[in-house]
């Protein structure tokens, strides 16, 4: 038996991403958006709300990065969501984590996050169904401890996704299968 539910965010997993513009004097600023996905292949969406400061910084500097929070910073990646850039300048400052900056764009990579997308801002989308950020990834990193060879090894990046029905952050780390091959042997 199925039972009712209140409508909510309701896809899981939800991913939990880092998204890092530079303020006006230079300074950094994080966000946590869980509203964020590809595209298509080169060209990431983010739906976020011209009221946040992350969208005011990438239409001013027209960059972004885009990096995928892991469990080793889970407070870290809350406090970018639960604290704003609009009330406290210092907020990056205030999570003790560093940044370099983007070797292709003006755009900050923090160094704690194993995986980041640079990103070249597109345009800002506003429509009856929702609004956002589109961007082109220009540069992937990842950090050589997550890798094995020349290939990410997710199950070593320990991604973080977000859950909208209880509001927690689960680990993402165990393959399962394999895509596009796994199906095959249903195929007649």
Known sequence: MRKKLNITEGIFPMPVLM??????DGSVNVMNAAWGTMQERGHVALNLTETHK??????ARGAFTVSIADAAHVAEADYFGVES????????????LTASKSEKLDAPVINEFPLCLECEFIEYQDGKYGCGVIGKVVNVT??????????????????????PYT???????ERVGEAFKDGLQLKK
């Open 142 to 163: 990842a950090d050589e401890s997550v890798m094995t060879g020349d290939k990410i090894d997710m199950s070593l990046v320990n991604a973080i996704a977000f859950d």
């Open 85 to 96: 850039g609009n009330r406290v300048s210092n907020k990056f400052e205030n999570s003790g």
């Open 167 to 173: 509001h927690g952050y689960y680990r993402v780390a």
């Open 19 to 24: 998204v890092a513009t530079y303020n006006e």
């Open 54 to 59: 992350t969208v005011k910084n990438i239409k």
